[in-house]
Structures are given as structure tokens and as C-alpha cells.
Nanobody, 113 residues
Framework: QVQLVESGGGLVQAGGSLRLSCAASLRLFSTKFMGWYRQAPGKQRELVATITSAYFTNYADYVKGRFTISRDNAKNTVYLQMNSLKPEDTAVYYC???????WGKGTLVTVSS
């Protein structure tokens, strides 16, 4: 049974930073495709960033230059460093693992203006 547990969310002022973590409980984490998604109130879930097993990264245009995705395979963990946060970044942030399309329960990020 694959489990993904996100942490690191919270309340931050605009312009501030947060670092999200997602710990995965499974073997061969290093071979998995990992991603961060977010869902704001009343909106659909959207892609934030992804990272491949070969450390190739991809970002949505609205976070490019501000957010950084990384992974530590020794800790079975993927991170999302979020800088220069804006009120529109307020959302529940979810970790995703492929193949299999597994999701965590999410962590809430609130950015105040």
C-alpha cells in the first residue's frame, strides 16, 4: 500500500517562503515520477511541478522562477520550495506519484496579503 504524507503547509505573508515535504512509503522510490498539484477553493486541481527519476523538472508557468521541486531518494521524499508567495498561491497542495497515480491528503498553504 503506497502512502504519501505531505507536510510543511501553513500561513505566510505575501512575499514569504514555505517548504513542503512529501514522504512516500514504498520501495524503489527513486524510479517514480513525482509531482505537486494544488487546488484552490472553488477551482480545479492544477499542476504545480514535476520531477522525474532522472531529476528532470517541469513547472507551471504561474510558479516558474518562484518554486523549486527536488527529491531526496535516500529519504523517499520530494520537496517543494516556494518563494515569493502570492495570495493566489493559496490552496491545498497535493503530492502525486506515478505510475499508479497515488495522492496524498494534502497540506494547506494560505498566503495573506
Amino acid at each position: 500500500q503506497v502512502q504519501l504524507v505531505e507536510s510543511g503547509g501553513g500561513l505566510v505573508q505575501a512575499g514569504g517562503s514555505l517548504r513542503l515535504s512529501c514522504a512516500a512509503s514504498l520501495r524503489l522510490f527513486s524510479t517514480k515520477f513525482m509531482g505537486w498539484y494544488r487546488q484552490a477553493p472553488g477551482k480545479q486541481r492544477e499542476l504545480v511541478a514535476t520531477i522525474t527519476s532522472a531529476y528532470f523538472t517541469n513547472y507551471a508557468d504561474y510558479v516558474k522562477g518562484r518554486f523549486t521541486i527536488s527529491r531526496d531518494n535516500a529519504k523517499n521524499t520530494v520537496y517543494l520550495q516556494m518563494n515569493s508567495l502570492k495570495p493566489e498561491d493559496t490552496a491545498v497542495y497535493y503530492c502525486n506519484l506515478k505510475p499508479g497515480d497515488y495522492w496524498g491528503k494534502g497540506t494547506l498553504v494560505t498566503v495573506s496579503s
